[in-house]
Every structure is written in C-alpha cells, then in structure tokens.
C-alpha cells in the first residue's frame, strides 16, 4: 500500500526549531513534498525532495533519505503564525499524484 | 502563481438531493485534477484523478457512482456527490499541478480553497 505517517502534534516555542519527521512506505515512491493548512484553509505548498538530501527554502528546509524511507521538515525560528497542519505527501506512479501523509498539527507558545 | 478556485464555497442540502462542485483552473490549462476528501482534524483522501476528455480514476473504496467526476474541459473538472446523505458531509478539495510554473520537477499541486459540504 501507500502510506505515510507523521506525529500527530508538536508544540513549540516561538523562536524556536522543529522537526517534523515522516515515514513512508517504499513502494514505487518518487518524491517527497511538504504542505501547510491552517484551520478552515487550502493546503498550501512548501518544499520537495525529488533526491536525497537537503531542500533549504528561507526558514523551511526539507529533507529527504529513501535508504531510511524518511523525510522531515525543519522550521527555523518559528513565528506565532507557523501555528498549523503541516503534511508530507508522496508521489507514486503517476507523475502527479500524491498521496497526503496523516498530519501534524504544530502548537507554537509564546 | 497558478490560481485554482471552487464553487461554491459552502453548500447546505437535504438528504438525498444531489451536488455539484466546481473545480477551475484560473490562469492555467490543467489536464490533470484531483478531488480530495477532508473530515475535521484528519487528512486530505485522494478521491479520484480527472482526466480531461477520460473517464476518471477512482482510489480504492471511493463509488464512482455517488461520485461522478466530469472533466470536459482543460480549466474545469466539477464533482457530483449523488443522493448525498450525512455522512457524505466534509470539505472537499480541487488540486492541480502547473508544468509551467513547476516544471514538474517540484511536484507542487496547487489547491482550490475548499468546498464545505453538508448534508442535514
């Protein structure tokens, strides 16, 4: 199957770093992307990882291993407005599809 | 940037009626689009992939049937929920990715906002 699973929460200072991790399962899988959605709001894109390694994209960096089947998002100096829904999706097959991960949702304290 | 927009927004039904959503590419032709399913605090499903001028692609466990997927043209994909009931109540999602913009090298799908569904 096509699956990718994520920390369901984080919470985080402002000003801060976090991590969000994601795992995924292997199986004809391309590419990694990142996604944010805050409440009531269209997913909005982030970052992706075609190749192994580190994406870097202002405060957002994104990375990638396929050996380990894990990705992660790295948020730098987190702002109150980073408080959101944050989703790994993977691409399979098509060269479009992708398949949403299950989501974390990010909690940031002044 | 690639502009994708919904309509409606919001839809209220009865049980039973059937409803349509629409889904455009603004300033961009999309060959391709995709129809996501959203409960509340859960993730996005991928319903289906619409194809213009093709018969869509369902996801597994999704009835083609209740919902019908028309791509008749390279800027507009609609969604039909049929015979909507209850549980059919949730927040549905347009996507489409840009060759243009991405190159489809990022891989970036660009999101409609979102049509919230209810059905009393």
């Known amino acids: 199957g096509q699956s990718l699973e994520q920390p369901s929460e984080v919470t985080a200072v402002e000003g801060a770093i976090v991590q969000i991790n994601c795992t995924y399962q292997?199986?004809?899988?391309?590419?990694l992307s990142w996604y944010q959605q805050h409440d009531g709001g269209a997913p909005t894109f982030l970052s992706y990882?075609?190749?192994?390694g580190l994406e870097e994209t202002g405060r957002f960096s994104s990375f990638l291993s396929r050996s380990d089947s894990y990705g992660y998002l790295l948020l730098q100096e987190l702002q109150m407005k980073d408080s959101a829904s944050y989703f790994c999706a993977g691409g399979w097959g098509s060269a479009s599809k992708i398949i949403f991960g299950s989501g974390t949702r990010l909690s940031i304290r002044p | 940037g690639a502009v994708v927009s919904q309509h409606p927004s919001w839809v209220i039904c009865k049980s039973g009626t059937s409803v349509k959503i629409e889904c455009r590419s603004l300033d961009f032709q999309a060959t391709t689009m995709f129809w996501y399913r959203q409960f509340p605090k859960q993730s996005l499903m991928l319903m289906a992939t619409?194809?213009?001028?093709?018969?869509?692609?369902?996801e597994q466990g999704v009835e083609k049937d209740k919902f019908l997927i028309n791509h008749a043209s390279l800027t507009l994909s609609t969604l039909t929920v049929t015979s909507a009931h209850p549980e059919d109540s949730s927040f549905y999602i347009c996507?489409?990715?840009?060759?243009?913009?991405?190159?489809?090298?990022?891989?970036?799908?660009?999101f409609g906002p979102g049509t919230r569904l209810t059905v009393l």
């Open positions: 292997t199986s004809g899988f391309y590419g």
């Open positions: 990882n075609g190749l192994d």
């Open positions: 619409s194809n213009e001028g093709s018969k869509a692609t369902y």
């Open positions: 996507s489409a990715d840009n060759p243009g913009t991405s190159g489809g090298a990022s891989n970036e799908q660009f």
